[in-house]
C-alpha cells in the first residue's frame, strides 16, 4: 500500500521514503519525526549518498527520495545528474539548509525533483507532505 504525498502540487504514489544526508544526526533526527507523522511508511536512510543511489538502482519504484544538496564527496546535485545520466526516475524532494534562491531554481531543472524543503524538517512540514492514500 502506498501513501499519497503532496509536493509541489505533484501527487506521487510512495511506497518508501528514503533519505539521503550525510549528517548522522540530520537523518535521525527527521526519521524520528517522520516516524512520529506516519509510522506506518518504511523509511532507510543513508550518509553515504553512493550507497543511497545504488540502493535506489536496486529498488527503483515506489520510492521517494529526500536528498540533501550539500554533502562532502557527492552532492546532492551531483546524485541528481548520476540519477538522470542512469535513468533513475526517482522522485525526489530537496531537502536542505540553503537559503539560496539559486539552489531552488536549479532543482526545477530536474524533471524528478517534485520539492525542495528547508532543514530542519518539523512535524508539520511533515504532516503537510503526507495524506493516508
Known amino acids: 500500500m502506498g ?3 503532496f509536493i509541489n502540487k505533484v501527487l506521487v504514489k510512495v511506497e518508501e521514503l528514503v533519505l539521503i544526508d550525510d549528517e548522522l544526526l540530520a537523518n535521525k533526527i527527521h526519521s524520528r519525526l517522520i516516524g512520529s507523522v ?4 518504511p523509511l532507510t536512510s543513508f550518509t553515504d549518498p553512493l550507497k543511497g543511489i545504488e540502493y535506489l538502482k536496486r529498488n527503483p519504484s515506489g520510492i521517494l527520495l529526500l536528498l540533501d544538496i ?3 564527496v ?3 546535485w551531483d546524485c541528481l545528474d548520476f540519477m538522470k545520466k542512469n535513468n533513475i526516475n526517482t522522485q ?3 531537502l536542505s ?3 539560496n534562491p539559486i539552489d531552488r531554481q536549479r532543482a526545477l531543472e530536474y ?8 532543514k530542519p524538517l518539523t512535524k508539520e512540514t511533515i504532516s503537510q507532505l503526507f495524506q493516508n492514500g
Open 111 to 118: 524533471s524528478n525533483v517534485t520539492g525542495f524543503l528547508n
Open 70 to 72: 550539500n554533502m562532502p
Open 97 to 99: 539548509s540553503s537559503i
Open 3 to 5: 501513501y499519497n504525498i
Open 74 to 76: 557527492m552532492s546532492g
Open 92 to 94: 525526489v524532494v530537496i
Open 38 to 41: 506516519n509510522h506506518k511508511i
